[in-house]
């Protein structure tokens, strides 16, 4: 059973427009949640990341919203660069450090020039 | 040093070899994890290592063997390894033991080929 989906696993963009990622979670106990970019042959990037506290965090061309309510959560990425191609992963974790983090299935950004 | 090392990049072993993967950080980090990605899959946890004992343990096959010498080194020990074993292994480091604040470093992997 997956905890956390990502149900489009590939996205494109033309270069300057808007991308969405979307993101949804079952478990209500998530309380943190993370992105994660990944390159080809090479392990997983720290992007952004949002407590349940909050519905919004912002890093540069980076925001995530957070709908505790609708257990969604999205990465916006404005503007969308060429270099910005890469897979996302979506992450849910609990609040101990016992609770491990649960990756979505990922989603294939193309960022076209 | 914001980095995690894997060695080797690659791997290819037979079914009766015995090999192992090597990882290491420097940031001081308490918590180092192993996870193994197949294509076009996301990482699945296999080992957390919190302050050098392990934590947690996905229910790994023993044909997988972690350990940690010390809080900077994660090793993994392979032995009689299948076919479908052929992954992406990933080395991870964050500060605590994952959870609430806790990002995870990810090494840029190992990509072990099992014949």
């Known amino acids: 059973d997956q905890q956390v989906k990502q149900n489009s696993p590939s996205l494109s963009v033309q270069e300057g427009r808007i991308s969405i990622l979307n993101c949804d979670y079952t478990?209500?106990?998530?309380?943190?949640f993370l992105w994660y970019k990944k390159y080809p042959a090479e392990g997983p990037t720290f992007l952004i990341s949002i407590s349940s506290i909050k519905d919004k965090n912002e890093d540069g061309r980076f925001t995530v919203f957070l709908n505790k309510s609708a257990k969604h959560l999205s990465l916006h990425i404005v503007p969308s660069q060429p270099g910005d191609s890469a897979v996302y992963f979506c992450a849910a974790s609990g609040e101990t450090s016992y609770d491990k983090v649960i990756f979505g299935p990922g989603t294939s950004l193309s960022v076209i020039p | 040093d914001t980095e995690v090392t894997q060695t080797p990049k690659h791997l290819v072993m037979g079914m009766t070899n015995k090999k192992s993967l090597k990882c290491e950080q420097h940031?001081?980090?308490?918590?180092m994890y192993w996870y193994k990605q197949k294509a076009k899959k996301p990482p699945e946890l296999m080992f957390v290592y919190s302050y050098e004992k392990l934590s947690i343990n996905e229910s790994v096959p023993s044909r997988f063997s972690p350990e940690c010498p010390n809080s900077s080194l994660l090793n993994l020990h392979l032995h009689a390894l299948q076919p479908e074993d052929s992954a992406l292994y990933l080395c991870?480091?964050?500060?605590?033991?994952?959870?609430?604040?806790?990002?995870?470093?990810f090494g840029p992997g190992t990509r072990l080929t099992v014949l």
């Open positions: 991870a480091s964050s500060q605590e033991g994952g959870g609430m604040s806790d990002e995870q470093f």
């Open positions: 940031m001081g980090h308490r918590a």
């Open positions: 478990n209500s106990m998530f309380d943190y």
